[in-house]
């Protein structure tokens, strides 16, 4: 059974940090392409970050420069650094994993006050 557990979302004033964790298993984490995306209420869906198996990565252009995503494959989990947190970074955050025919956590809310 696939399970993604993200944890580490809160409440955060503008300027904050947070990092968010997702604990994967039932896949091959080592092989497995692994995502971060958003949802904000009456908005879309959108790609966040994505770390590949080999550790490359890709940003959103509005988080670049601001999160950083990794990877470590000897506890199945991946990471988002959030630091210089905005307003319009509140949403429910969720991974993703291309693994089979791929799979979504729950997700974790992060919510930034001005």
């Known amino acids: 059974q696939v399970q993604l557990v993200e944890s580490g979302g809160g409440l955060v004033q503008a300027g904050g940090s947070l990092r968010l964790s997702c604990a994967a298993s039932?896949?091959?984490?080592?092989?497995?392409?692994m995502d971060w995306y958003r949802q904000a209420p009456g908005k879309q869906r959108e790609a966040v970050a994505t770390?590949?198996?080999?550790?490359?990565?890709n940003y959103a252009d509005s988080v670049k420069g601001r999160f950083t995503i990794s990877r470590d494959s000897a506890k199945n989990t991946v990471y988002l650094q959030m630091n210089s947190l905005k307003p319009e970074d509140t949403a429910v955050y969720l991974c993703h994993t291309t693994y089979g025919p791929g799979y979504w956590g729950q997700g974790t809310q992060v919510t930034v006050s001005s």
């Open positions: 770390i590949s198996s080999s550790g490359r990565f």
């Open positions: 039932g896949i091959i984490f080592r092989l497995s392409v």
